[in-house]
């Protein structure tokens, strides 16, 4: 994989709509098909159905974009202390090889809480570094930021005004921005304010004066993405929308097809590769790319029988893996499992 980062695509919302089809349909054609889509579950860890609200992303990519032939791995990373910690190598190792990386819906502070300093967290970061796509949506737009909104604690517990540290995904970019979406929202229709991702107007200016100073909020209107393009410097209004940015009590608006210069985030800078990573992950994390690479010459069935072994692995469940193992020696594969990952290579 190249060395420069992969492109980040924010929603607004819409995700699974015809216009989050156009905007995934933009991204993809910049890839080259199959695609290997991983679908991180931590935003909605917390649910019973935290596998459900993942696949009916992955169910939207291979039903609408089958063109692009996604290969989608669920990766449940839920909670920590838990059989899928995010923690676990195991469970991480999902991660390395995906050509797109996907985090949606759930809760903001939640995700924060379980990723931050994660072994997960920091392996999507290693493997964007690597040129893997990151693609957020929902929740997980909101935890991206250097700071979060605290959504579902201040809106439906009625907890004080404030913010939360964020995941910080730009920070290593120079770049410290909070990404507010659902920004031009009107659920409430004539009788609640439900703009800024449900804060209203009123709430959200009394949230601007409690933001620390140096930050740039990213408004994201619904149906609305924004994809930035870290190594070119540029990024690109997609669907249906606008994005407004505000910093300082100065306004800017970039309707949809705009393209703005990466400069009008911040002073953005491409940072060493491995900064703020654990030592070693980034070259492992691209030791483990570039066999995954290379295994990719197998057919597209063999690969999948792969993946399913992975998770089976990373579910515990040793006898279904083995099953899988023994299937794809009978398609003249085998499989070696390596402190690094599992190696496919052809039998005999």
Not at 67 to 76: A, C, F, I, S
Not at 188 to 197: F, Q, V
Not at 220 to 245: F, K, N, R, S
Request: with cysteine.
């Amino acid at each position: 994989m190249t060395a420069r980062p992969g492109l980040v695509v924010l929603f607004g919302s819409g995700e699974t709509l015809p216009a989050g089809q156009k905007v995934f349909d933009w991204l993809f054609r910049r890839l080259v098909a199959p695609l290997r889509v991983a679908i991180l579950e931590t935003p909605a860890g917390f649910e019973l159905n935290s596998e459900r609200v993942a696949g009916r992303i992955g169910e939207f990519l291979e039903q609408h974009l089958q063109n692009y032939q996604p290969e989608v791995t669920l990766v449940p990373a839920r909670r920590r202390g838990t059989p899928f910690s995010p923690e676990l190598p195991e469970i991480a190792g999902q991660l390395v090889g995906a050509d797109v990386s996907f985090l949606g819906p759930g809760s903001p502070t939640y995700a924060v809480r379980q990723l931050r300093d994660s072994l997960t967290w920091h392996t999507l970061q290693a493997a964007h570094r690597l040129g893997t796509a990151v693609v957020m949506a929902s929740a997980a737009v909101v935890a991206a930021g250097s700071h979060t909104l605290p959504v579902y604690e201040i809106y439906k517990a009625g907890h004080d005004l404030h913010w939360q540290k964020g995941l910080g995904f730009f920070e290593p970019y120079g770049l410290r921005l909070v990404f507010v979406p659902h920004w031009n929202n009107r659920d409430g229709g004539s009788e609640l304010d439900t703009s800024r991702c449900y804060m209203g107007r009123v709430r959200f200016d009394e949230l601007l004066g409690l933001l620390p100073a140096g930050h740039l909020v990213v408004g994201l209107d619904e149906l609305t993405a924004l994809a930035i393009d870290l190594a070119g410097g540029v990024c690109h209004v997609l669907g249906q929308g606008g994005v407004t940015l505000l910093s300082d009590g100065d306004e800017r608006r970039f309707e949809t097809g705009t393209a703005l210069p990466l400069a009008e985030l911040g002073a953005a800078r491409l940072p060493p590769p491995g900064l703020g990573l654990p030592a070693g992950l980034l070259d492992s994390t691209r030791e483990r790319m570039d066999k995954q690479n290379a295994a990719a010459v197998a057919p597209a069935p063999v690969r999948r029988l792969l993946e399913e072994r992975e998770a089976a692995r990373a579910r515990r469940d040793w006898e279904s893996a083995d099953a899988l193992r023994d299937q794809l020696l009978a398609l003249g594969w085998r499989v070696q499992d390596t402190p690094d990952g599992p190696r496919l290579e052809p039998a005999g």
